[in-house]
């Protein structure tokens, strides 16, 4: 971007302590606002947010709840407009009603504005004056959109149609109402947004036993109920959410979605060629050759990071043609799956996380063939099973168990992928490995992954970890060979992005529980004497995740998702636990922060 910060900048910033505020902290140099919340118009003609009178309705036209994955796409050249995209993941029931008393005593309303509480936004956006501040553009501009659990979605790829996918509704197999659980994501080179389905399984109730093994099996792979019972109660509000009643809608979610938010009237996809499994995110890379790559982890514990390749092209013209090409790029191409191979003998990776003999927790490792020229490379499994029962296929083809692959992402210069391991708790020290090294990980890890030759579309690599997060202080925590007691405490990193300058920026959700401090966003410098000297940007109020992070493409702006303020046990709305933003009951929001301070460069970062 013309005017951005240049690559490889230092970071000047004074790093923001640890905390328990019921805030947004900033560092000293920057200031930060409200950009949208939960409730705010989002559709031309929403009426404004009334906590205490609440319809389906107005939610519909509405932000949605639990703001995770945050992108903004340029509408002008001098990008003083923008679209600001954001996933809207899951719903805090117990802090949107008072008086709830769980899933069996809800409303059909309540159950119906907790479906439309799910989905996405896009939300035109505007800078404020000259500044890094963004304002939404006003109500019910023309790229306002609201996706929640009742828009008609199209399933792309070789799994649409199948018999796999197939509902009474839906006797196509091809049209599917709603996404569920959308976390990360990522953006695509033709100007699409990536957002993945994760703990889909949690929507799923069941009025009796499932009682055909081989479904009950393939359920069981993905924790969706087996046996009679509900978490959240939609079936009352939908029977397609019984599973008794409708076998195969669990099967139509647990993909990666695409969503033109420069077509407002375009109709998101529902990505089969990518797998079905719980999606963290979507994030793209070129090949050597001209096809999109795109790295994918399945955020659960002892889980795996999957690649997808092109078959097809990427066309960096500008015509309708050539957009039209790439909106069809993803529905064609290879899947694999990562095995990791440590260099170091077994023997010292003891689960205690010290390092081995030679210094680094490294070693090479292999993309597993799951679907190669649109044929199966799983004994016993066709390719429509393979897309759908994606973790069946990579546990037979032998990858490798993760302490929860969340974000997975490509630099935009050296391509080096960096993937986020959230925690494993449940690890035992005979199942420590090279590349998940340590035995009840409560911290989680960050991994470094270089494809050979530097090619996006290679099917060996090396890694090595750059980070094991946690106290600083506790001898089984790495930052990346910096002098520790220099760094700020970092835990449970999930979201990752770079700003403009190549910078590693990661969020957190999980330091209350694991380090007793609230979530964060941190820079890990990669290069140079500064390498590995992680430092915390912000902080985000009690009780909650911090999502997105995104800087934007000039570097100017920072924008945080404050994802669930207030989700502490027992919290109500007659006691809530937080007030962000507005100093009642908390809402989950996007906040955009930026620099006003008189020294160093306009960058976010400096
Ligand atoms: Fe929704 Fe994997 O965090
Ligand atoms: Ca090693
Ligand atoms: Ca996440
Ligand atoms: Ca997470």
């Known amino acids: 971007h013309p005017g951005g910060p240049e690559y490889g900048r230092p970071v000047g910033f004074r790093p923001v302590g640890d905390n328990t505020l019921d805030a947004v902290v900033v560092p000293n140099g920057y200031d930060w606002s409200v950009t949208i919340a939960w409730g705010d118009p989002v559709l031309r003609g929403a009426p404004e947010f009334d906590f205490d009178d609440q319809t389906a309705a107005a939610q519909r036209e509405q932000f949605g709840y639990n703001c995770d994955f945050v992108a903004v796409l340029p509408l002008d050249r001098r990008f003083d407009r923008a679209l600001l995209w954001v996933n809207h993941e899951y719903t805090n029931e117990e802090l949107m009603f008072r008086g709830w008393t769980g899933a069996a005593g809800a409303t059909r309303q309540q159950l119906r504005i907790a479906m439309a509480a799910h989905g996405g936004s896009i939300v035109e956006i505007e800078r404020v004056g000259d500044t890094g501040e963004w304002r939404p553009a006003g109500g019910g501009r023309r790229h306002n959109q609201r996706i929640h659990t009742g828009t008609r979605f199209r399933v792309t790829g070789p799994a649409a149609g199948s018999a796999l996918l197939r509902t009474e509704a839906d006797p196509s197999g091809t049209a599917v109402l709603g996404m569920l659980n959308n976390c990360a ?33 393939r359920y069981a792979r993905y924790g969706i109920r087996t046996t009679t019972g509900t978490e959240r109660g939609w079936e009352r509000a939908e029977p397609r959410f019984d ?20 077509d407002p009237r375009s109709t998101p996809q529902k990505l089969t ?26 955020d659960e514990r002892f889980e795996y990071v999957y690649k997808f390749v092109s078959s097809g092209r990427y066309r960096a013209g500008r015509s309708a043609r050539d957009r039209r090409h790439n909106l069809a790029l993803l529905e064609d191409g290879d899947l694999y799956v990562a095995r990791f191979t440590g260099d170091s003998p077994a023997a010292e990776i003891d689960g205690s996380g ?26 016993g499994m066709s390719v429509e ?30 391509g080096t992928v960096f993937m986020a391991l959230t925690n494993n708790d449940r690890r035992t020290p005979a199942q420590a490995d090279e590349a998940n090294p340590r035995a009840t990980n409560r911290w989680g890890h960050v991994i470094a992954l270089d494809e050979d030759g530097g090619d996006a579309a290679a099917l060996g690599f090396t890694w090595r970890i750059v980070l094991v997060a946690g106290d600083p202080d506790d001898p089984s925590t790495y930052y990346a060979g910096f002098d520790k007691s220099r760094v700020s405490m970092i835990s449970c990193p999930d979201n990752i992005a770079f700003d403009p300058s190549g910078r590693l920026w990661l969020a957190t959700d999980g330091m209350p529980g694991s380090v007793g401090v609230n979530d964060g966003m941190f820079v890990l410098p990669l290069d140079g004497d500064d390498a590995g000297h992680l430092r915390r940007f912000a902080s985000v109020p009690v009780g909650a995740e911090c999502c997105g992070p995104c800087v934007t493409p000039d570097g100017r702006t920072a924008l945080i998702a404050v994802q669930h ?12 636990a937080s007030t962000f933003p507005y100093g009642d009951q908390p809402r989950p929001s996007v906040v955009t922060v930026w620099r006003t301070g008189p020294t160093g460069g306009p960058y976010i970062g400096d």
Request: proline share 7%.
């Open 273 to 298: 060629a990518l797998g079905r499994f719980k999606h963290e995110g979507a994030t793209t890379a070129l090949t050597a050759d001209g096809r999109i790559a795109v790295y994918m982890g399945d």
């Open 385 to 414: 099973e393979v897309l759908v029962f994606a973790r069946l296929a990579a546990d037979a083809a032998g990858a490798t168990k993760m302490d929860r692959p969340e974000d997975v992402e490509p630099h935009p210069v050296t």
């Open 243 to 262: 599973v008794a009643r409708e076998q195969n809608e669990p099967n139509r979610f647990g993909w990666i979605c695409q969503i033109d938010p420069y």
């Open 185 to 217: 994501g990522g953006t695509t080179p033709w100007g699409t947004v990536l957002t993945g389905e994760e703990n889909f399984h949690q929507y799923f109730g069941a009025s009796a036993d499932v009682i055909d093994s081989t479904t009950a099996a």
């Open 565 to 576: 303020p207030g989700e502490e046990d027992g919290a109500s709305p007659d006691a809530p």
């Open 354 to 379: 010290r390092l081995p003999s030679d210094g680094l927790f490294d070693g090479t490792g292999e993309w597993l063939a799951l679907v190669v020229g649109g044929e199966s490379r799983v004994d």
